[in-house]
């Protein structure tokens, strides 16, 4: 009997401790699915493009499709949602971010074009968003954060989702200086880095949005492995896969929401990693898809106030022009304009293309949105810069007016504008837009 007593209490004994030790064990890993939404460089495009696609109201529609079905699923905007068409010029991008609020996004970084009208209008646009505008390395002469926080965590399917903003650290060559004040980037790898240490055992997913160049894309798939997911915007030219690293993934879509992109993604929360992704693009067809009625509402609104303003007939073209054709279009027009003898337009200054048949105010605004002035100098041909002469032959003593842009006299030394320093253009002669909308009157045919 005592023998049976014993052996009865070291078998119980022994499931005690099978049970203690299943119990005290660390919770099996999980694989949880998360989807991600997402857009970048829309430039208020609120209406569809020549080739239908886009438009804020099928944008909205898309978005919502997708949506529908999915349980798992946040939406993100990599900036630029504002410049590019006369409704964000005119009301400096403030109707642009009220229609973008029935988007329902969950969060978004800032663009450089996002300070187009000033620093202080940026700020706007971040009391405007229903939705957190991060970012992570733009600070002022103090360390100050622009926008309220570096990054935001989300909380969907059980996932601590942590989105981390950045901007470009070439923002001080994409924007006049006097837009930004003392607000400037700091090192974008360093400032990612440092939010992903504070991070750590916050979040089950490190997601970085940021509107930043290829290089810097680059960078961060290739140097921060704690950034799992990347979503960029800048570069207007979508992927055409996602790229990957090391099991990271990075997706950008194209500009002037033609498309929305959707990564599905498999995230394994024991290794904050992930364990499967699937990426592709969506198309924002006008002629297939449904406009949001409430979007659509709202876009008819402004668009009626606007066509009030730039809806008036200017000229007859001929042809199609292209970006780069324009740009040498808008160089002879200006030098028409203003008796200069040399114009000089920087490529990302052209900003869409010239239709063949009735030309528009409207065509002028959405090629030249900025609210640059035209400034000119005096220079002995010796001193001109090879990007203005273009091959053409100058007496080097000879002296030579150049007119060229406000932001390409700020930024004179980038690739993209003169490269070079020093130069002076003491004479400010009017806006670019308005000289190019006289100039394109006067001419009425363009051929």
Same mark, same amino acid.
């Given at each position: 009997?005592?023998?049976?007593?014993?052996?009865?209490?070291?078998?119980?004994?022994?499931?005690?401790?099978?049970?203690?030790?299943?119990?005290?064990?660390?919770?099996?890993?999980?694989?949880?699915?998360?989807?991600?939404?997402?857009?970048?460089?829309?430039?208020?495009?609120?209406?569809?493009?020549?080739?239908?696609?886009?438009?804020?109201?099928?944008?909205?529609?898309?978005?919502?499709?997708?949506?529908?079905?999915?349980?798992?699923?946040?939406?993100?905007?990599?900036?630029?949602?504002?410049?590019?068409?006369?409704?964000?010029?005119?009301?400096?991008?403030?109707?642009?971010?009220?229609?973008?609020?029935?988007?329902?996004?969950?969060?978004?970084?800032?663009?450089?074009?996002?300070?187009?009208?000033?620093?202080?209008?940026?700020?706007?646009?971040?009391?405007?968003?229903?939705?957190?505008?991060?970012?992570?390395?733009?600070?002022?002469?103090?360390?100050?954060?622009?926008?309220?926080?570096?990054?935001?965590?989300?909380?969907?399917?059980?996932?601590?989702?942590?989105?981390?903003?950045?901007?470009?650290?070439?923002?001080?060559?994409?924007?006049?200086?006097?837009?930004?004040?003392?607000?400037?980037?700091?090192?974008? $790898?360093?400032?990612?880095? !440092?939010?992903?240490?504070?991070?750590? &055992?916050?979040? @089950? *997913?490190? #997601?970085?949005? +940021?509107?930043?160049?290829?290089?810097?894309?680059?960078?961060?798939?290739?140097?921060?492995?704690?950034?799992?997911?990347?979503?960029?915007?800048?570069?207007?030219?979508?992927?055409?896969?996602?790229?990957?690293?090391?099991?990271? $993934?990075?997706?950008?879509? !194209?500009?002037?929401?033609?498309?929305? &992109?959707?990564? @599905? *993604?498999? #995230?394994?929360? +024991?290794?904050?990693?992930?364990?499967?992704?699937?990426?592709?693009?969506?198309?924002?067809?006008?002629?297939?898809?449904?406009?949001?009625?409430?979007?659509?509402?709202?876009?008819?609104?402004?668009?009626?106030?606007?066509?009030?303003?730039?809806?008036?007939?200017?000229?007859?073209?001929?042809?199609?022009?292209?970006?780069?054709?324009?740009?040498?279009?808008?160089?002879?027009?200006?030098?028409?304009?203003?008796?200069?003898?040399?114009?000089?337009?920087?490529?990302?200054?052209?900003?869409?293309?010239?239709?063949?048949?009735?030309?528009?105010?409207?065509?002028?605004?959405?090629?030249?949105?900025?609210?640059?002035?035209?400034?000119?100098?005096?220079?002995?041909?010796?001193?001109?810069?090879?990007?203005?002469?273009?091959?053409?032959?100058?007496?080097?003593?000879?002296?030579?007016?150049?007119?060229?842009?406000?932001?390409?006299?700020?930024?004179?030394?980038?690739?993209?504008?003169?490269?070079?320093?020093?130069?002076?253009?003491?004479?400010?002669?009017?806006?670019?837009?308005?000289?190019?909308?006289?100039?394109?009157?006067?001419?009425?045919?363009?051929?």
């Amino acid at each position: 009997m005592c023998h049976a007593a014993l052996k009865w209490r070291s078998m119980s004994l022994r499931r005690y401790l099978a049970v203690a030790l299943v119990a005290c064990a660390p919770l099996a890993a999980e694989i949880r699915s998360l989807t991600i939404l997402h857009t970048n460089d829309v430039h208020a495009h609120l209406m569809p493009l020549d080739n239908h696609l886009g438009g804020f109201a099928y944008l909205a529609s898309v978005i919502r499709q997708e949506r529908a079905n999915c349980t798992d699923c946040i939406l993100l905007n990599a900036g630029d949602l504002v410049q590019g068409t006369p409704v964000s010029t005119i009301y400096h991008g403030l109707p642009v971010f009220e229609i973008a609020n029935l988007f329902g996004y969950d969060a978004a970084t800032l663009g450089n074009h996002e300070f187009d009208y000033g620093w202080m209008q940026a700020r706007k646009f971040i009391t405007i968003a229903k939705y957190p505008i991060v970012t992570a390395n733009l600070v002022n002469a103090k360390g100050e954060l622009f926008t309220p926080k570096p990054y935001v965590i989300l909380k969907v399917n059980e996932l601590r989702v942590a989105v981390i903003g950045g901007m470009t650290e070439e923002l001080h060559t994409l924007t006049n200086p006097s837009s930004m004040g003392d607000w400037h980037t700091t090192p974008l $790898v360093e400032a990612v880095r !440092k939010c992903a240490a504070e991070l750590r &055992g916050q979040a @089950d *997913l490190i #997601v970085l949005l +940021a509107h930043i160049d290829g290089n810097e894309e680059q960078a961060i798939l290739e140097s921060v492995p704690e950034v799992q997911v990347s979503v960029t915007g800048h570069l207007h030219t979508g992927l055409a896969e996602a790229r990957s690293h090391d099991g990271r $993934v990075l997706v950008r879509v !194209k500009s002037y929401g033609v498309e929305l &992109g959707r990564l @599905d *993604l498999k #995230v394994d929360t +024991a290794t904050h990693k992930l364990a499967d992704w699937k990426w592709k693009r969506i198309p924002v067809d006008s002629t297939k898809t449904a406009p949001a009625a409430d979007v659509a509402a709202l876009v008819d609104n402004w668009e009626t106030q606007v066509k009030a303003l730039v809806d008036r007939p200017m000229a007859i073209s001929k042809r199609e022009f292209t970006p780069r054709e324009i740009k040498s279009l808008m160089e002879k027009a200006l030098c028409e304009e203003t008796g200069a003898d040399f114009v000089f337009i920087n490529a990302g200054g052209v900003r869409d293309i010239l239709p063949k048949g009735q030309l528009l105010e409207r065509n002028v605004w959405n090629i030249m949105p900025f609210d640059n002035m035209l400034v000119m100098g005096t220079f002995k041909g010796k001193d001109l810069p090879g990007a203005v002469l273009n091959g053409r032959k100058v007496d080097p003593n000879h002296e030579y007016t150049l007119a060229v842009s406000d932001f390409t006299a700020a930024n004179q030394s980038t690739a993209e504008n003169l490269h070079t320093t020093g130069l002076q253009f003491p004479h400010q002669i009017g806006m670019v837009r308005d000289l190019l909308i006289d100039w394109f009157r006067k001419k009425k045919v363009i051929e």
